[in-house]
């Protein structure tokens, strides 16, 4: 049936409030408008981040809303003034838009464009209203994407066309959680050869900036996790070692010294989003030349205060969103990437789930049983 130009009636999971299971509702999704794009989601990623909307972490996410940010699909149709995306072409929704003309945008470095919702959670397009109909009432979307949806509709600036051979139940998670750790490495570290890593966290985030240091020839990576379950796939993808907080009296940065002669670590990656594992990953850090990368969000309010002397002794604290990449330039390019066998992420899917079974795979993630469940339509 054709449906370009018409509203589509489909099935997507609701989140009419915070603390609350997800609904599984029939929703009306408009047509695209001038500049944007709808997409039939296929396979789509739980990400943290969406268990942290849902249990009220982020408070400044109006409901109701569609989340989801992680997913990859097909083009159903463009709206008006549309150039580079046809009906048919395999996507990859994009977080952090990339309009190409902001000034975050035309600076080679920054990949922050100003468009993106990620501080402000409008959750609305470009026009102030949604494509979003449920019951009646206008739904949100999220962080430019809401892809628990068999259809949504995003703008043009927030969709990368990939390879058409890309597995979409794999490479979803380039549309987050292993863009965001693997750049971290390879962008916001540029981690070398022969070094010595630290990965805090080993959930998808962590074990993607796992990854990214092995694709940097890191000779050594400590995988640094209070749950042990985590620790074989860890090992799997690449840490020479795995410790657990519990198992020590000394406190971490001690530890990883006594590891490593008293020198500490070339690259510390925080993945977990506590400022206390914030402040003991820059602890660890080698004096003179070691990096600590936040990649994990800590509650809002939270702040960190230290002796300056860890900076002034040449050590670099610093972070970055979705690993750095611009996204609409570098997503299909790491999707050509995984496609090269340059790096291999299919590790990081533990479960594939029906769409339906959703909450199942908020649960899993919340019990600590899962990497990423990744659920297809
Ligand atoms: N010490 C060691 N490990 C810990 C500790 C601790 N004190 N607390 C928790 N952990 C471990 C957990 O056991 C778990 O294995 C891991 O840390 C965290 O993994 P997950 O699976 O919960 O989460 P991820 O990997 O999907 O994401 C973690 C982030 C913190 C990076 C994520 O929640 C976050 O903050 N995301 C925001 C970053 C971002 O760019 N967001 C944009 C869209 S997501
Ligand atoms: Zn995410
Ligand atoms: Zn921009």
């Known amino acids: 049936m054709e449906t370009s130009g018409k509203v589509i009636k489909c099935k997507a999971a609701v989140a009419w409030e915070a603390g609350k299971p997800l609904s599984i509702e029939e929703v009306e999704v ?67 838009p990339q309009c190409g003309e902001c000034t975050s945008c035309q600076h080679p470095r920054n990949n922050l464009c100003v468009k993106n919702d990620l501080g402000k959670h409008r959750g609305l397009m470009a026009d102030g209203t949604t494509r979003f109909t449920c019951r009646g009432q206008q739904i949100h979307n999220f962080l430019n994407t809401s892809t628990f949806t068999e259809y949504t509709v995003v703008e043009e600036i927030a969709v990368a066309k990939i390879d058409d051979a890309a597995p979409v139940h794999k490479i979803c998670l380039i549309g987050c959680g292993f863009s965001t750790g693997y750049g971290a490495a390879v962008n916001t570290a540029k981690v ?113 205060s230290f002796n300056p002397k860890l900076i002034v002794t040449g050590r670099t604290l610093t972070g970055s969103v979705f690993g750095g990449w611009k996204s609409k330039d570098c997503v299909p390019r790491l999707v050509s990437d995984y496609m090269a066998k340059k790096f291999n992420l299919d590790g990081l899917v533990t479960h594939t789930l029906p769409f339906d079974k959703i909450n199942e795979g908020f649960e899993l993630l919340r019990t600590g049983k899962s990497i990423r469940s990744i659920l297809v339509f």
């Open 192 to 304: 070398e050869p022969g070094s010595t890593c630290a990965v805090f966290g080993l959930g998808g985030i962590g074990l993607s900036a796992l990854i990214g240091c092995k694709v940097g020839g890191a000779t050594r990576i400590i995988g640094i996790d209070i749950n042990k379950d985590k620790f074989a796939k860890a090992k799997e993808l690449g840490a020479t070692e795995c410790i657990s907080p519990q198992d020590y009296k000394k406190a971490i940065p001690e530890v990883l010294l006594a590891m490593t002669d008293g020198i500490g670590v070339d690259y510390a990656f925080e993945c977990i989003g506590h400022v206390d594992t914030m402040m003991a990953a820059l602890q660890s850090c080698r004096v003179g030349c070691g990096t600590c990368v936040v990649v994990g969000v800590s509650p809002a309010a939270d702040q960190i």
């Open 30 to 96: 408009a047509p695209p408008k001038a500049h944007e794009v709808r997409i039939k989601v296929l396979a789509t990623g739980i990400c943290r981040s969406d268990d942290h909307v849902l249990s009220g972490c982020i408070s400044t996410v109006h409901f109701p809303v569609i989340l989801g940010h992680e997913a990859a699909g097909v083009v159903e149709s463009v709206g008006e003034g549309v150039t580079d995306l046809k009906p048919g072409d395999k996507v990859i929704p994009l977080f952090v």
